[in-house]
């Protein structure tokens, strides 16, 4: 391989056709003089040969009739079409190795002659990407090498998993939650379909090493809550952003709940309904206050009998600890107040220190969070201590202000042009490396981008897990059969 040109950080590198496979992703040393380059390939193209399409053109004219290899005594026919068939790599300057450090403030190019241009040693990858910490968490391989993030680097951080549907998302999230649990953090788990639940069995039957560590609420379920342990600026927030209540409603409604409170010492959902039957408010108020408490109940979340307290749960839970929140048998409506009475409850306990910080995994985090959570999320609560994992394939439902503060993106496969062109936007490496690595992924491989790869980009082929992960698609000739195996 040779270098042909430099435009901007994009190196254009002659090759041989015959040369190793690369694959998109995979990184160049071009060593000249005991320095080092470092460059990505995120392209292949043909060389421009001059008068290779006069060439291309006789030959095609010529093809019927002459048979080459009789006119060729000197066989330089295969040196020539070696060249005819040059091929360009495209790659970008990820920086300058200097005493096993990547420098990319460092002013050097090699020779274009005498450099060496080779695959890059899966150890030197290895050492590059390294983030700070020693709580290693092995996700995967690039290039044939293993490949560790940190715990540390996730600490604090805000990290999004995106890519298209059954690419392998969620597989990477369990596979981050399960490490994190081992070390010793704190995890919730806001699950959408119900498949965290499979991390304590392991695929052969048997029970995991973390099941003991993993406690799952249902909400509706062994997950119902009071209103005395909700408290009303909780309950003011879910009637205002879950149920759209006006602002002249909810005064009444916190004029309802103190006197209901004065008059029996606690706050119920039965009593809170019988005083606005009762006392004296504006009709329409009424009505609309009364079929939201009606709709509330209906969800079984609130139970006016229930001992629950999310912050006892909490600070019981010894160290590591995975608590998962199946949302899967929830309906739209009742996820959006669990959510909302969750991060509620979870940014007053944070800020009052009465439990330590934790990670929150949330999939799908569109359907069940209002919008100014987002903000809130990535600013205020992390620094509190809710440091957010978002799952999705989605991308444009995420705030582009939220991609440009995440610490770490980890991007599985998306053809669609405007996801890309989003990500590409958003995300804190060139919009071309981006879009012309992504959108040739195959399943189950992610480029990762930020603290956890040292800021050096690099595909990951994620690791299998030897848990049940359930994050198969359930599908109809699958069932069709065991069905029809059941009546044999
Ligand atoms: N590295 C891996 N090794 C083994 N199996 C994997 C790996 N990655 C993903 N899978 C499997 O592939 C399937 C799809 O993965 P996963 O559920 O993580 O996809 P997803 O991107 O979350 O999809 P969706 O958008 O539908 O939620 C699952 O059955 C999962 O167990
Ligand atoms: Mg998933």
């Known amino acids: 391989m040779k270098i042909l040109a430099k435009n901007g950080d994009t190196l254009e590198i002659l090759a041989n056709p015959e040369e190793e496979i690369l694959e998109r992703g995979d990184y160049l040393t071009i060593e000249d003089g005991g320095k080092t380059l470092l460059a990505q390939v995120i392209d292949i193209e043909y060389a421009d040969v001059p008068g290779v399409l006069e060439d291309a053109l006789r030959e095609l004219s010529s093809e019927d009739f002459v048979d080459s290899s009789s006119i060729d005594p000197y066989s330089l026919g295969s040196v020539i079409a070696n060249i005819r068939d040059a091929r360009l790599v495209i790659a970008k300057v990820r920086g300058v190795v200097m005493n096993g450090e990547l420098r990319n403030d460092v002013l050097w190019l090699p020779s274009r002659f005498r450099s060496k241009i080779s695959k890059t040693p899966p150890s030197l990858i290895m050492e590059l990407s390294k983030s700070i910490g020693r709580r290693n ?109 006006p602002t002249a409603s909810l005064r009444e409604f916190s004029r309802a709940w103190y006197i209901v409170e004065k008059l029996n010492g606690k706050i119920s959902l039965r009593g809170l309904v019988e005083a606005i039957s009762k006392i004296q408010m504006n009709e329409s108020i009424r009505d609309a206050l009364l079929s939201r408490l009606q709709s509330i109940e209906s969800l079984e979340f609130f139970n006016d009998s229930g001992d629950f307290s999310l912050q006892e749960f909490l600070s019981k839970l010894s160290y590591g600890a995975a608590l998962i929140i199946d949302l899967s048998k929830t309906s739209p409506q009742g996820r959006r107040v669990v959510v909302e009475y969750l991060l509620s409850k979870l940014s007053s306990m944070l800020k009052d220190e009465s439990i330590p910080p934790l990670f929150l995994v949330a999939e799908e985090a569109h359907l069940y969070l209002r919008e100014t959570y987002w903000d809130d999320l990535v600013t205020r609560m992390r620094h509190i201590g809710v440091f957010p994992i978002f799952v999705t394939n989605q991308p444009d439902m995420i705030p582009d202000s939220v991609y440009r503060q995440a610490d770490n993106i980890f991007i599985f496969n998306f053809t669609n042009d405007s996801d890309l062109d989003y990500l590409a936007k958003a995300s804190r490496v060139d919009a071309e490396t981006v879009k012309k690595i992504v959108k040739n992924l195959p399943p189950r491989r992610c480029l990762v981008i930020g603290k956890v790869v040292n800021d050096l980009p690099i595909v990951v082929k994620t690791r299998s897990l030897p848990l049940v992960t359930m994050g198969e698609t359930k599908l109809y000739f699958n069932v069709e059969k065991t069905y029809l195996s059941l009546r044999d």
């Open 137 to 245: 968490i092995l996700i995967g391989e690039c290039m044939g090498g293993w490949i560790s993030i940190t715990a540390e680097a996730l600490d604090g951080a805000l990290t999004i998993i995106t890519g298209k549907k059954e690419m392998g998302k969620s597989h990477l999230a369990k596979m981050l939650v399960v490490n994190l649990v081992e070390y010793g953090a704190k995890v919730m788990v806001l699950d959408i379909n119900g498949e965290y639940v499979g991390l304590s069995r392991k695929i052969d039957g048997g029970e995991s090493e973390i099941s003991r560590k993993l406690f799952i609420l249902t909400p509706g379920e062994n997950f119902r809550v009071s209103l005395s342990e909700t408290g009303l600026r909780t309950m003011l927030d879910i009637l205002k952003y879950v149920y759209e209540t």
